[in-house]
């Protein structure tokens, strides 16, 4: 991580200041964007909220108040600290910054070297710990991914069998037409073409969910899917496990008539639900029944995604560290201990919280709660409104 590549929005109408700020802070190699009316902050914002690790705000400005700017900051942008600006310091106005979540307030006249710099310094001290961290995250959830990816060839290497073989036996049939009759009628040569481009279609779309899911997640942008999608896809990444330990998959979307769309980060949604899939499958490994239950449903203003096992539960001592870094119940050398961590991160970046019950000898029931807010288009709220109820 570098300073150089850190942001500073400057929403000031003093010009002196605004020049003196902009000299101190371009000599730190800090990337500062001035601008001096609410109306040019709010364009600003809208556009590049995202970009922003550090909001300097005055609070009396040409077109208006500067708190009127804080609501709609924290809208955009919850991460980046402000800094608040003013010449009437009072505790009316402390008060009030601190409940907006301001991180600190200045009173003019000010030194920009003795007081605004320390907190500046302070301020992006915590924004660089905060980028860190991400990018660690982000990098152990992209070795995650390819771990998986490994566990996946053989699967891959079956699904790819199967329509290439069909390629190659409608090649034959071709050669054969062409060998016997010497020609072959466009009603024959559409229904050869029409399994040869079926069978190449299957083949694209698998290498092209393997190619998605691979990449790195830091470029991805929040999007509409349905929830079916996700859950089939992370299904198929753990096709394998399913398969070689025999266990029943029980999947009550096709009784749902209307699908349900939610705004999301594909990947990292998928690299959850991948997850909590595999861990279930894990808990089965010596069961005699091996029941996997995924269930959806909407119920007062909240989206449930439910993952249950019949597995051998989570002891209390266990359950009170599950969700910790680097906490792990596996064997040494069969995991780091970040999978739930990660999920759990991932969940709460949209806006959700990760439940879990579990009883001994009974099973676990992970459940992802997410408000209805990133819902495009849902059903009607279930009748029952227990996520213990999913499984």
Do not use: W
Not at 105 to 116: A, G, M, W, Y
Not at 277 to 294: E, G, R, T, V, W
């Amino acid at each position: 991580m570098d300073e150089a590549k850190l942001n500073i929005l400057v929403v000031e109408d003093d010009e002196y200041i605004s020049k003196v700020i902009n000299k101190e802070f371009s000599a730190l190699n800090y990337e500062t964007h001035i601008l001096s009316t609410l109306a040019d902050a709010r364009n600003y914002i809208t556009d590049k909220a995202e970009l922003i690790d550090l909001f300097l705000l005055d609070l009396k400005l040409p077109d208006g108040d500067g708190f009127s700017l804080l609501n709609f900051i924290k809208e955009k942008n919850q991460e980046a600290p402000i800094i608040i600006m003013t010449g009437h310091l009072s505790n009316k106005i402390v008060n009030r910054a601190i409940r907006h979540g301001c991180y600190n307030f200045l009173e003019k006249p000010f030194s920009v070297q003795k007081d605004i710099l320390p907190i500046v310094r302070r301020s992006l001290s915590s924004v660089l710990l905060k980028k860190e961290n991400h990018y660690l995250s982000e990098q152990m959830l992209h070795t995650s991914k390819l771990t998986a990816l490994g566990e996946l060839s053989a699967t891959v290497v079956h699904d790819i069998r199967g329509p290439l073989g069909i390629i190659q036996l409608t090649c034959e049939d071709l050669k054969d037409d062409f060998s016997q009759k010497n020609s072959i009628t466009k009603d024959e040569l559409d229904e050869h073409i029409n399994q040869i481009n079926k069978a190449c279609g299957k083949i694209k779309k698998l290498v092209d969910h393997l190619r998605n899911y691979s990449r790195n997640d830091h470029s991805e942008k929040e999007e509409y899917i349905e929830i079916n999608s996700l859950i089939e896809n992370s299904l198929f990444m753990v096709k394998q496990k399913i398969r070689n330990l025999g266990i029943n998959v029980i999947n009550d979307l096709e009784n749902h008539p209307n699908k349900i769309i939610i705004k999301c980060f594909p990947n990292k949604f998928e690299q959850v639900l991948m997850n909590l899939m595999s861990n279930a499958c894990d808990a089965m490994k010596d069961q005699a029944k091996k029941d996997l239950s995924i269930k959806v449903f909407i119920n007062q203003g909240y989206l449930y995604i439910s993952i249950s096992d019949t597995g051998t539960g989570i002891p209390e001592d266990i359950k009170i560290k599950i969700f910790d870094s680097f906490f792990t119940t596996k064997p040494k050398g069969e995991g780091t201990g970040l999978g739930l961590s990660i999920v759990k991160n991932i969940v709460v970046e949209h806006g959700g919280e990760l439940l879990l019950e579990t009883e001994l000898g009974v099973g676990s029931i992970f459940t992802i709660k997410i408000p209805t807010s990133k819902i495009l288009r849902g059903e009607n709220d279930d009748k029952d409104p227990s996520p213990s109820k999913a499984a």
